[in-house]
Protein backbone atom coordinates (compact mmCIF):
# COMPACT_ATOMS: atom_id res chain seq x y z
CA UNK A 1 0.00 0.00 0.00
CA UNK A 2 1.31 3.21 -1.03
CA UNK A 3 1.79 5.54 1.52
CA UNK A 4 2.71 9.84 1.68
CA UNK A 5 5.45 11.28 3.87
CA UNK A 6 5.04 15.61 4.43
CA UNK A 7 8.01 17.59 5.02
CA UNK A 8 8.64 21.43 5.25
CA UNK A 9 6.40 22.76 7.46
CA UNK A 10 7.40 25.21 9.92
CA UNK A 11 7.50 28.47 12.06
CA UNK A 12 6.91 31.56 9.95
CA UNK A 13 5.86 35.14 10.35
CA UNK A 14 2.91 36.68 8.81
CA UNK A 15 3.46 37.44 4.90
CA UNK A 16 6.31 35.04 5.05
CA UNK A 17 6.52 31.66 2.74
CA UNK A 18 7.11 28.04 2.77
CA UNK A 19 6.96 25.10 0.47
CA UNK A 20 5.55 21.55 1.83
CA UNK A 21 6.52 18.49 0.15
CA UNK A 22 4.72 15.28 -0.10
CA UNK A 23 6.61 12.04 -1.03
CA UNK A 24 5.05 8.71 -2.50
CA UNK A 25 6.26 5.60 -1.20
CA UNK A 26 6.26 4.01 -4.63
CA UNK A 27 7.47 5.84 -7.65
CA UNK A 28 5.55 3.23 -10.09
CA UNK A 29 2.23 3.76 -8.40
CA UNK A 30 -0.85 5.94 -10.18
CA UNK A 31 -1.50 8.43 -6.98
CA UNK A 32 -3.02 11.13 -8.87
CA UNK A 33 -5.13 13.45 -8.33
CA UNK A 34 -3.09 14.28 -5.22
CA UNK A 35 -4.51 17.16 -2.80
CA UNK A 36 -3.35 19.04 0.03
CA UNK A 37 -5.57 18.90 3.31
CA UNK A 38 -5.36 20.94 6.45
CA UNK A 39 -6.71 20.58 10.05
CA UNK A 40 -6.38 23.43 12.98
CA UNK A 41 -7.38 22.38 16.10
CA UNK A 42 -10.66 22.09 16.96
CA UNK A 43 -11.83 21.98 13.31
CA UNK A 44 -12.38 19.34 10.58
CA UNK A 45 -9.28 18.30 8.01
CA UNK A 46 -10.27 20.94 4.75
CA UNK A 47 -9.32 20.55 1.50
CA UNK A 48 -6.95 23.00 0.63
CA UNK A 49 -5.66 22.56 -3.37
CA UNK A 50 -5.92 19.58 -5.61
CA UNK A 51 -3.69 18.62 -9.17
CA UNK A 52 -4.98 16.26 -11.36
CA UNK A 53 -2.16 13.61 -13.41
CA UNK A 54 -2.32 16.02 -15.92
CA UNK A 55 -1.64 19.13 -13.81
CA UNK A 56 -5.22 20.40 -13.79
CA UNK A 57 -5.49 22.76 -10.48
CA UNK A 58 -8.17 23.65 -7.71
CA UNK A 59 -8.07 25.85 -5.03
CA UNK A 60 -10.11 26.86 -1.68
CA UNK A 61 -10.81 30.38 -1.72
CA UNK A 62 -8.89 31.47 1.37
CA UNK A 63 -5.85 30.19 -0.61
CA UNK A 64 -6.18 31.17 -3.95
CA UNK A 65 -3.74 33.43 -5.18
CA UNK A 66 -1.25 32.63 -2.33
CA UNK A 67 -1.06 29.02 -2.94
CA UNK A 68 0.60 26.99 -5.89
CA UNK A 69 0.13 23.37 -6.11
CA UNK A 70 2.43 21.65 -8.07
CA UNK A 71 3.24 17.78 -8.90
CA UNK A 72 6.15 15.58 -10.14
CA UNK A 73 4.89 12.35 -12.19
CA UNK A 74 7.90 10.94 -12.31
CA UNK A 75 8.95 10.88 -8.27
CA UNK A 76 5.41 10.76 -7.47
CA UNK A 77 6.03 14.06 -5.55
CA UNK A 78 3.29 17.34 -4.73
CA UNK A 79 4.28 20.52 -3.55
CA UNK A 80 2.20 23.11 -1.92
CA UNK A 81 4.36 26.69 -2.77
CA UNK A 82 2.69 29.06 0.49
CA UNK A 83 3.08 32.82 0.12
CA UNK A 84 1.61 35.49 2.03
CA UNK A 85 1.01 33.47 4.82
CA UNK A 86 -1.00 34.44 7.39
CA UNK A 87 -2.50 33.16 10.87
CA UNK A 88 -5.29 31.42 9.66
CA UNK A 89 -3.03 29.11 7.45
CA UNK A 90 -1.69 28.09 10.88
CA UNK A 91 -2.21 24.18 11.09
CA UNK A 92 -1.24 20.36 10.47
CA UNK A 93 -0.89 19.98 6.65
CA UNK A 94 -1.26 16.81 4.77
CA UNK A 95 -1.41 15.06 1.69
CA UNK A 96 -3.25 12.28 -0.03
CA UNK A 97 -5.21 11.36 -3.52
CA UNK A 98 -9.22 11.69 -3.12
CA UNK A 99 -10.75 8.96 -4.30
CA UNK A 100 -14.71 8.53 -4.56
CA UNK A 101 -15.71 8.62 -0.76
CA UNK A 102 -12.33 7.85 0.48
CA UNK A 103 -8.42 8.13 -0.11
CA UNK A 104 -6.09 5.91 -1.43
CA UNK A 105 -3.84 6.04 1.89
CA UNK A 106 -4.13 6.24 5.43
CA UNK A 107 -3.12 9.85 7.04
CA UNK A 108 0.32 10.18 7.70
CA UNK A 109 1.61 12.76 10.26
CA UNK A 110 1.20 15.58 8.49
CA UNK A 111 3.72 18.44 8.65
CA UNK A 112 2.89 21.53 11.24
CA UNK A 113 2.94 25.31 9.85
CA UNK A 114 2.79 27.45 12.45
CA UNK A 115 2.01 31.47 11.29
CA UNK A 116 3.05 33.73 14.30
CA UNK A 117 4.71 36.89 15.09
Known amino acids: QVQFVESGGGLVQPGGALRLSCEAS????????MAWYRQAPGNERDLVAL???????RYVDSVDGRFTIAGDTTKNTVYLQMNDLKPEDTAVYYCNSPRDTSFLSPWGQGTQVTVSS
Open 51 to 57: ITGDGAT
Open 26 to 33: QSDFNIWP
